[in-house]
T-cell receptor, first 113, second 116 residues
Framework: DAKTTQPPSMDCAEGRAANLPCNHS???????VYWYRQIHSQGPQYIIHGLKNNETNEMASLIITEDRKSSTLILPHATLRDTAVYYC??????????????FGAGTILRVKS | DSGVTQTPKHLITATGQRVTLRCSPR?????VYWYQQSLDQGLQFLIQYYNGEERAKGNILERFSAQQFPDLHSELNLSSLELGDSALYFCASGGASGGEWADTQYFGPGTRLTVL
């Protein structure tokens, strides 16, 4: 399974952009990068995903390097409610209609006022 | 709210017992995934069903089994429970488009299982 590497923790000032890096050097050509976050013990919340191109939605932006070996999740204006564990994940295709998400340890993002 | 529902929220039982966890996917989703989150192992994929058929299998113990019913809800059965089975169990759903490579997975709130 493609493995992702993330820093264990990061701090960010409220109102500033939070940039969360992720390395996925063994990613295959057809594997997507997904970002989820988990607040306390709630269910992981989907944020964004991408294959090759940069992506943006109402929550965040995803920047993927041209060689696809790393990516950065950007929360443009972090708030206290963004404090969570952020997971960078490679979705692994196992069969037709079959796939799984391989979670790593994630990055604990602390947004401070 | 992801639209995925799981029952019960909490479950406390004794070693050796059997329990059933239930998951209802989002409207229109065809796939249901089960994940286990324990303190020492993190989030681990267990199994996936797509439209009633098993499609992917992870590190699921033989004491655990799952199924997806015609109405697309799913149940995860855990038997001969051990202390180490205490964990959060999450269900996720996806695949509304019916595409060959399934859509984004949306997670439910989880069931916290405590084995005493």
């Amino acid at each position: 399974d493609a493995k992702t590497t993330q820093p264990p923790s990061m701090d960010c000032a409220e109102g500033r952009a939070a940039n969360l890096p992720c390395n996925h050097s063994t990613i295959s050509g057809n594997e997507y990068v997904y970002w989820y976050r988990q607040i306390h013990s709630q269910g992981p919340q989907y944020i964004i995903h991408g294959l090759k191109n940069n992506e943006t939605n109402e929550m965040a932006s995803l920047i993927i390097t041209e060689d696809r070996k790393s990516s950065t999740l950007i929360l443009p204006h972090a708030t206290l409610r963004d404090t969570a564990v952020y997971y960078c994940i490679v979705r692994v295709a196992l069969s037709r209609y079959g796939n799984k998400l391989v979670f790593g340890a994630g990055t604990i993002l602390r947004v401070k006022s | 709210d992801s639209g995925v529902t799981q029952t019960p929220k909490h479950l406390i039982t004794a070693t050796g017992q059997r329990v059933t966890l239930r998951c209802s996917p989002r409207s229109g989703d065809l796939s249901v995934y089960w994940y286990q989150q324990s303190l020492d192992q993190g989030l681990q994929f267990l199994i996936q069903y797509y439209n009633g058929e098993e499609r992917a299998k992870g590190n699921i113990l033989e004491r655990f089994s799952a199924q997806q019913f015609p109405d697309l809800h799913s149940e995860l059965n855990l038997s001969s429970l051990e202390l180490g089975d205490s964990a959060l169990y999450f269900c996720a759903s996806g695949g509304a488009s019916g595409g060959e490579w399934a859509d984004t997975q949306y997670f439910g709130p989880g069931t916290r299982l405590t084995v005493l």
